[in-house]
Nanobody
Framework: QVHLVESGGGRVEPGGSLTLSCVAS????????MAWYRQVPGKERDSVAS???????GYGGAVKGRFAISRDIATNTVYLPMNGLTSEGPGLYFC?????????WGQGLQVPVSS
């Protein structure tokens, strides 16, 4: 259906910023729902940011407005700018897409925060 490839991960200082990108193998429909999930060892995947097909955004309570989600239809790309990264920020981040049927998941991208 569609392939999603995440990029942009790396090590950052506590309180630093990082922007993740997700490139889809096909154009993103304006009605396509997108989201970023995060998974840490011993826990289930949690949604950290989502965007409905009409532009309504939602964020997990832990990010407290420090993360964002946006998409560029022209480049088939979804972004997750992350500001003020703390010890709660590290994890395996997944880009997801939904346009009817099952969710499509990216491979996951590790985001470490240095000490």
């Amino acid at each position: 259906q569609v392939h999603l490839v995440e990029s942009g991960g790396g090590r950052v200082e506590p309180g630093g910023s990082l922007t993740l990108s997700c490139v889809a193998s096909r154009p993103l429909a304006t009605s396509e729902q997108m989201a970023w999930y995060r998974q840490v060892p011993g826990k289930e995947r949690d949604s950290v940011a989502s965007m409905t097909h009409d532009g309504i955004k939602g964020y997990g309570g832990a990010v407290k407005g420090r993360f964002a989600i946006s998409r560029d239809i022209a480049t088939n790309t979804v972004y997750l700018p992350m500001n003020g990264l703390t010890s709660e920020g590290p994890g395996l981040y997944f880009c997801t897409a939904f346009l009817g049927g099952p969710f499509t998941w990216g491979q996951g991208l590790q985001v470490p925060v240095s000490s």
